[in-house]
């Protein structure tokens, strides 16, 4: 289990859910196929990308922000709670659709858009966020960040976007990590 020894070491914190939270997780329980609560932002890019860089940038956006890092329990539990890892794999995924005709970009990033969707998450494992990077061109660029909101509000979103953003900047041009 999560929290078992082995488990532990991999803890950064343990915190009671907020009552939204507690609110969020009720419905989410029984409302499992509906999609309920999954939060997407969908970013497109012009101009020279490194992919690899930033798949880093967002690896250094989640070790700095914990609620990516954040799973819920409530099994077994006198209350439900919200556990922060230390650390945790993100699930990226990287496609190049510059084969697939311009014409077809948008319905091809729509589906992937609506298939992270319909996964859904299993809220005991963390990140409960995906990240999908599509490239339709040489210098074009799709970017569909998947979230449940148990875990982010809107407020935050745009504060890990601009986080984001910095770590991607000082590190293609190699300066010093923003603080």
């Known amino acids: 289990s999560p929290m078992s020894n082995k488990g532990a070491k991999n803890v950064e914190a343990v915190y009671p859910l907020t009552p939204m939270q507690e609110g969020m997780l009720f419905h989410s329980l029984y409302e499992l196929e509906s999609g309920l609560y999954i939060e997407q932002i969908r970013l497109s890019f012009a101009g020279k990308l490194d992919p690899s860089l930033f798949q880093e940038a967002w ?21 439900p709670l919200q556990v922060v890892r230390r650390h945790v794999e993100l699930e990226w995924t990287f496609k190049d659709a510059r084969n697939a005709p311009p014409t077809e970009h948008d319905s091809l990033i729509q589906i992937i858009t609506q298939e992270n969707r319909d996964k859904g998450f299993d809220l005991t494992k963390a990140p409960l966020s995906r990240w999908t990077l599509v490239q339709t061109g040489d210098e074009t660029w799709e970017f569909i960040w998947t979230w449940h909101h148990m875990i982010l509000d809107g407020w935050s979103v745009s504060l890990i976007l601009k986080d984001a953003s910095e770590f991607y900047t000082h590190r293609e041009s190699n300066t010093p990590e923003p603080r």
């Open 59 to 79: 690896k250094e956006v989640v070790l700095r922000h914990a609620p990516l890092r954040t799973l819920f329990l409530w099994k077994k539990q006198k209350q």
